[in-house]
Each structure stands twice: as C-alpha cells, then as structure tokens.
C-alpha cells in the first residue's frame, strides 16, 4: 500500500463525488467520479450509490487507503447531525454502516474539516503556523479549525449565534441569493461575522471556501479586518483531498 496515494470521496446534499489522489502533490490520479446523491438522502441509499462509485474509482486498487468526508458533526465515526441529508444519520453509526457496505475499512470525518485539512496540506493555509480558520460559504457556512496544522474537528462555527441569530441564516452565499444581497450588502454581514470570529480566536489566517471563492475580488477587498483574509485554492476538490490525506493519517 502506497502511502503517497489514497482515495478520497465527499458525499454532500446533491452529489458524491471521489478520485484517487497523489499525497505527494494534492493532483488526482483518475478521474473525478460523480454521482447524484439519492433523493431523500437516506442511510442506505447513499451508502449504495457510495459503493458504485468506489468500483468504479477504485478500478480493482483494493489496498488504498478511503476517506470519507461527510455533511455532518462526526464523532466516534457516529454521524450527530445531518445537514441535506435525511434526519436517520442523527446518531448512526455511520463509520460502521459504510465499512460494511463498501467491505472497506475507511476513515470517516465531517466535510468542511477535510475541506480545511486539504487547504493545510495543498492550498492556501500550507506552511502557515499558527491558527488557521477556513469558512465555506455556501448553503450553510462550514468551518475547518487548525492549529499549526492540526485539525480541532467538528467546530460548527456557522451556527455562532449574532444579534439573535443563527448566523449562517444571515451571512451564508444562500442568503444573498435569497434576499438578492449586492456584494456591498453581504459584506457587511461577512464583516461582523469574522470580526466575531477574530475576537473569539484570534486567528493569523483565515481562508473562505465554496463555490462563491472564485469570485473572492468582489467581496474580501470590501471587509475591514486584523486578520489575513485569503480565497481557498481547492474548491470542488477540497473534500475529496482532505478526505484522502485524512485517511493515510489516520489509517482504520
């Protein structure tokens, strides 16, 4: 078994998608293989689909290491929350469940960690010292806590509660979308959400994710901070890589 090569797959609300992935250079060694998540995001089905997806990335290289990275709080590989998905993942033992469906011993973490993970090791956080804070904005706001390269999982820093909210509600790319948000707008709520995140962690980077990253000049300029601000390298790959180096670090 390789050290330097792992496979990696990201399971979300619409897609799973998974390659083989060079540890040495963050680059995919195959294809990048996706499918539709199955509607109503059941246990069952998407572990199905999972294994489909696996045979045909995996090609008969039945000794890689398999990481997956999954829409939910992990811990203990139980899944304790579900986010896109259904709510049967709240507690399962999902580590388990896909271990025998896939009769593969794999590695299971929530995704914005291995998104965070993936930016440590191959994109904008790599080298930094330090702590790292990485958000994706998206449908919800994912966060990926690290400190001189090690992962604190689990950290939910979306769901901050600011002036009564639950502050994913006001500051996620979905709630510029739905309340038609100029760039000018939005980043004034961006604002007060990483200045919180500045006083409560004082970090020496941040890095923002999603899909929105690639369009980074028209709202990171706008914020006024203490902190670095800087656009993830890996976006649709990001989960798929973290994924991957995840579970060479942490072989099952």
């Known amino acids: 078994m390789s050290e330097t090569t792992a496979i990696g797959i990201d399971i979300g609300g619409t897609g799973i998608k998974g390659a083989v992935v060079d540890l040495a250079t963050g680059e995919l060694l195959s294809d990048r293989v996706k499918l539709a998540t199955p509607k109503g995001g059941r246990p069952k089905d ?3 689909t999972t294994r489909k997806l696996l045979e045909t990335v995996s090609a008969g290289a039945t000794d890689l290491p398999i990481g997956v990275c999954f829409p939910a709080v992990v811990k203990n590989g139980h899944t304790m929350s579900a986010a896109n998905v259904s709510e049967d993942w709240i507690g399962l033992a999902a580590e388990d469940l896909f271990e025998k469906g896939l009769s593969r011993r794999i590695h299971f973490v929530n995704d914005a960690d291995a998104a965070g993970y993936a930016e440590s090791q191959f994109g904008a956080a790599k080298g930094e010292p330090g702590v790292v804070l990485l958000t994706t904005l998206g449908t919800g706001i994912g966060s990926a806590l690290l400190n001189d390269g090690v992962l604190v999982p689990n950290t939910e820093l979306g ?14 790319y979905s709630a510029k979308e739905r309340e038609d948000l100029s760039w000018e707008k939005w980043a004034r709520r961006l604002q007060k959400y990483y200045t919180t995140l500045e006083a409560l962690f004082s970090p020496d980077l941040f890095v ?4 929105v990253s690639k369009n980074h000049a028209d709202f990171l300029p706008l914020l006024d901070l203490r902190t670095r601000i800087v656009p993830a390298v890996h976006r649709n790959n990001a989960g798929i890589l973290g994924a991957a180096a995840l579970a060479v670090k942490f072989p099952g």
């Open 208 to 211: 923002v994710g999603g899909g």
């Open 159 to 172: 769901h901050l509660e600011i002036d009564g909210h639950d502050y994913e509600t006001k500051a996620a």
């Open 46 to 48: 998407i572990v199905e």
